[in-house]
């Protein structure tokens, strides 16, 4: 079993290493060509406007410009491509960014390569200056570019390398055999076993208190019955002595006085036959 999961095991940690260097490499690609496409449009010197542009580090104040100075369409010409210049970043970003803040680290790399841009813009082109507002629009549009899509795209790639940076079953089991966890089915048996035997413990011991109580009880019930009901002493020794008393008594009383007469008289008769 453990040699049959090893090599499905290594061939998945291959496959998913192919499929992580395809995409970085398609985003690398696409990074490279944004910035060529970025360079072309905003590098380019622009002789005829040298005259019109100047630098502006107020924020707001070309946008201002835009709603007064500019028609409609040229207005959202400017901004919107602005805006669209930054979308990008918020898409491919994420792929170089660690997950951590990573919606912070992606507006703060965009701030900072656009205000390089713009600086080089108006050090070394001629016909652009320095537009703060600029960099604040190329910065508005790559966080909208990553709410919209960068996040769920960037967010499927960590998943999917995170699974596959994972150490895999084969590493996980012991040498013996493969250790399976126990299906719902079964953690859902042990646990109405476990209530069960915690309420029969329960109920037992319920029992043998109440047991015991009782017991108590009928001790203390006997206790108290045998202190309160004493025996009363026989009386059979006076009427025993009455009895024999007056045994003697009937005794004498039931002597004839005939038999008491005849003896009298053989006492005289015998005296008198002695003299």
Not at 84 to 110: A, E, K, N, S
Not at 152 to 158: A, F, L, P, Q
Not at 223 to 231: F, I, L, N, S, W
Request: no cysteine; aromatic share 6%.
């Amino acid at each position: 079993m453990t040699a049959e999961a090893n090599p499905r095991t290594s061939q998945g940690t291959w496959v998913r290493v192919l499929v992580r260097g395809a995409i970085l490499t398609v985003v690398l690609l696409g990074l490279v060509a944004f910035s060529v496409l970025l360079a072309k449009v905003t590098l380019t010197p622009s002789p005829a406007s040298e005259d019109l542009v100047t630098s502006n580090l107020r924020p707001g104040r070309s946008l201002r410009q835009y709603a007064e100075d500019y028609t409609f369409l040229g207005a959202v010409k400017q901004a919107g491509g602005n805006l669209l210049l930054g979308v990008p970043f918020g898409l491919l970003l994420p792929f170089f960014v660690p997950r951590r803040l990573r919606m912070i680290r992606t507006t703060l790399l965009t701030a900072v390569a656009m205000a390089v841009v713009e600086l080089i813009q108006g050090a070394l082109v001629t016909g652009r200056a320095f537009d703060i507002d600029d960099v604040i629009l190329n910065t508005a549009g790559a966080l909208l570019g990553y709410f919209v899509l960068g996040r769920r795209i960037s967010h499927r790639y960590y998943v999917y390398t995170d699974d596959s940076g994972s150490p895999g079953p084969s590493a996980e089991k012991p040498e013996d055999g493969p250790v399976r966890a126990p299906s719902p089915a079964a953690r859902t048996r042990a646990g109405r076993s476990k209530t069960a035997a915690e309420k029969s413990d329960r109920t037992g011991t319920a029992a043998t208190k109440a047991g015991r109580t009782k017991t108590a009880s009928t001790k203390a019930a006997g206790t108290k019955a045998g202190r309160r009901v004493r025996p009363k002493p026989a009386a059979a020794t006076p009427a025993k002595k009455r009895g024999s008393r007056t045994g003697r008594t009937d005794g004498r009383a039931s002597t004839p006085r005939g038999a008491t007469g005849s003896g009298s008289a053989r006492s005289l008769l015998d005296r008198l036959r002695g003299r």
